[in-house]
């Protein structure tokens, strides 16, 4: 790289970046509505300091289909992505890797609480 060239690119490096915890929020509750099922707008997020990496915590609904369906067809919970539990913890780790993977943060948990079922007739895999 030429003095010049690198003068250029070390010009364009300073300084700095930052992500608005508003951005932030709205990357995770999107990951969030795709883990889960639901819409962004269903999702509640907060951010918490912990020990200099950023914690999540998530409140929001999950798609589920009918329980009768589930009594008729126990399979059909699987076409979900497994039990309530299961997929919450599953989400968990999808969670905290795509806000990561999308927005450069630091995040050492992903906290989720459950607080309600959307029923959806249709299959869905995560």
């Given at each position: 790289?030429?003095?010049?060239?690198?003068?250029?690119?070390?010009?364009?490096?300073?300084?700095?970046?930052?992500i608005?915890?508003?951005?932030?929020?709205?990357?995770?509750?999107?990951?969030?509505?795709e883990?889960?099922?639901?819409?962004?707008?269903?999702?509640?997020?907060?951010?918490?300091?912990?020990?200099?990496?950023?914690?999540?915590?998530?409140?929001?609904?999950?798609?589920?289909?009918?329980?009768?369906?589930?009594?008729?067809?126990?399979?059909?919970?699987?076409?979900?992505?497994?039990?309530?539990?299961?997929?919450?913890?599953?989400?968990?780790?999808?969670?905290?890797?795509?806000?990561?993977?999308?927005s450069?943060?630091?995040?050492?948990?992903?906290?989720?609480?459950?607080?309600?079922?959307?029923?959806?007739?249709?299959?869905?895999?995560?």
């Amino acid at each position: 790289m030429s003095g010049t060239a690198g003068a250029v690119r070390a010009a364009a490096m300073a300084g700095h970046t930052r992500i608005s915890t508003q951005a932030l929020t709205s990357v995770a509750r999107a990951a969030a509505a795709e883990a889960l099922g639901v819409t962004p707008h269903e999702v509640r997020a907060e951010w918490s300091d912990d020990d200099g990496l950023l914690a999540l915590s998530l409140v929001s609904p999950i798609t589920f289909p009918p329980l009768t369906a589930v009594l008729r067809d126990p399979g059909r919970a699987a076409g979900f992505g497994g039990s309530v539990w299961d997929r919450a913890v599953a989400a968990k780790a999808d969670i905290l890797r795509r806000v990561t993977e999308l927005s450069g943060a630091r995040l050492s948990r992903v906290d989720i609480r459950i607080s309600g079922a959307s029923v959806s007739e249709g299959r869905r895999v995560h």
